[in-house]
């Protein structure tokens, strides 16, 4: 991964401001290692948003809407550029979906989730702090505690 | 506001609207305790959990109100449930009965339950989680004992950090404009999430040590078992415990109408002499458990409405 292959592309999607460490989650829920695609990822890059933040770049490809929410939801500060011909065509934030399900686990080792074969299912509850509630044992975390 | 089919999983799915129709039902209820109108009903009582008291005050409702009852209390004495998901054994019961009322150790079991079952689920403890026929009763014996529910002065007393029935019963009075009293030890605090959600909701409330400090101002007291279990310092047990005994000699200040609640069993938390003193309620609370079952149990299966 070198620097300038970070940097720029012509065509594609550019995931900006995803907390430092999470990168890596990112591309393996998206099932971006199997893509053939040319993907790169920066990590801890300084950033004044968010402190220290990773990137990943996906050449010639467009995600779509869901894939754009699962990325919401484990990297809920990231930022979206939609690159065509080397420029910003489009930008914006993900924002979490006011209910999810799986992806992330309830962190209430006494909850159903953790002990039946069941989906976990979230519900936004404030915005800032980010906080989301258990939809079954109603227990409410901070969102970055979960992930 | 129809009930017919409904779920009765968790207190806060219930509007302000909802309790007050549960609570008027029981009123009936309590008029007209034996009648014939679940005949040809069946209701499955699932207790993954023990719990004596909560079942047969379940059945009882089902058979007064001329039901049939089948289920079980105890899942070790039971092949029912073994190996098999929550989510099948609630699919495969549903088939045999109307009505399911679940109770388990695991928080969120109801809500799956309900999830897979086409019948309504009544839910009747789900770990530290939820018990809302339980803070129904609660509500009904305060209106029950008061005449009204509005604008009560109520003191909560004793552990207030893990007590599910306090946090329960918090969030649905909040509904109707209470001035609370939290009477605990430090270490038991009521939660600071809940502490917020009065404030966001300008619900008056104070916190105590001493239960003398309130006893003049208040309509209802409930009080709740302080555990030697929470104390991680057994020092600092020996030294609350005594603070959070009621004897009849504390109640002197009171107001005429105050009422002491317990969810019960008590261990020690109320004085026998308490009990033949004109405040002593919790008997009356216990009663309770019938009529607001049959309320919530002919809600859901239509019969009332
Ligand atoms: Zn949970």
Redesign the interface.
């Known amino acids: 991964m070198r620097a300038y292959k970070v940097y720029a592309i012509e065509e594609g999607t550019v995931i900006d401001h995803i907390e430092s460490g999470k990168g890596t989650k990112v591309i393996e829920l998206l099932n971006l290692k199997d893509s053939t695609d040319i993907i790169s990822m920066g990590m801890n890059f300084e950033s004044s948003q968010v402190g220290k933040k990773d990137i990943i770049k996906i050449e010639n490809r467009f995600l779509t809407k869901d894939e754009l929410n699962t990325i919401a939801i484990i990297a809920p500060t990231a930022t979206i550029n939609i690159i065509k011909k080397a420029k910003v065509a489009e930008k914006f934030k993900v924002e979490l979906p006011d209910e999810f399900q799986g992806i992330i686990k309830c962190r209430n080792p006494t909850c159903i989730t953790r002990n039946e074969p069941v989906k976990s299912k979230f519900k936004k509850f404030s915005e800032s702090p980010l906080k989301v509630r258990c939809k079954y044992c109603e227990k409410v975390f901070i969102h970055f505690e979960l992930l | 506001m129809n009930f017919k089919k409904r779920d009765i999983i ?1 207190i ?1 799915d219930l509007s302000k609207d909802d309790i007050l129709k549960i609570l008027k039902v029981a009123k009936k209820m309590e008029k007209n305790p034996v009648q014939n109108i679940l005949k040809g009903k069946i209701m499955a009582t699932l207790f993954f959990e023990p719990s004596t008291r909560t079942r047969l005050s379940f059945e009882s409702s089902m058979k007064r109100l001329g039901g049939e009852i089948l289920g079980f209390g105890n899942p070790k004495i039971t092949s029912v449930t073994k190996g098999e ?3 099948d054994t609630t699919k495969m019961i549903q088939a045999y009965c109307d009505v399911i009322v679940i109770r ?6 109801a ?2 339950s309900a999830e897979s079952a086409d019948v309504p689920v009544i839910n009747a403890g ?5 018990h809302p026929t339980q803070t129904m009763l609660d509500l009904f014996t305060i209106e029950q004992s008061q005449g009204k529910i509005k604008d009560l002065h109520i003191a909560m007393c004793g552990d207030l950090k893990y007590g599910r029935t306090v946090h329960s019963l918090t969030k649905a009075l909040s509904l109707f404009n209470p001035t609370l009293y939290f009477v605990s030890p430090d270490t038991l605090r009521i939660p600071g ?1 809940i502490r917020h959600e009065l404030r966001t909701k300008k619900i008056k409330f104070s916190e105590h040590t001493d239960i003398n400090e309130v006893m003049n101002k208040i309509d209802i007291l409930y009080a709740t078992r302080i555990q030697k279990e929470r104390f991680p310092d057994l020092a600092d047990y020996e030294k609350v415990k005594n603070t959070y005994i009621l004897k009849k000699n504390m109640l002197g200040g009171a107001k005429d109408n105050m009422k002491i609640m317990h969810p019960l069993p008590r261990v020690n938390e109320i004085d026998n002499d308490v009990d033949d003193t004109k405040h002593a309620y919790y008997f009356q609370q216990a009663a309770n458990a019938v009529p607001i079952r049959q309320a919530i149990i002919s809600l859901v299966l239509g019969a009332e409405k």
């Open positions: 968790s806060e998901t929550l989510w388990h150790y695991l928080e969120g079991a809500r799956l789900d770990g530290s989680n939820q999430y």
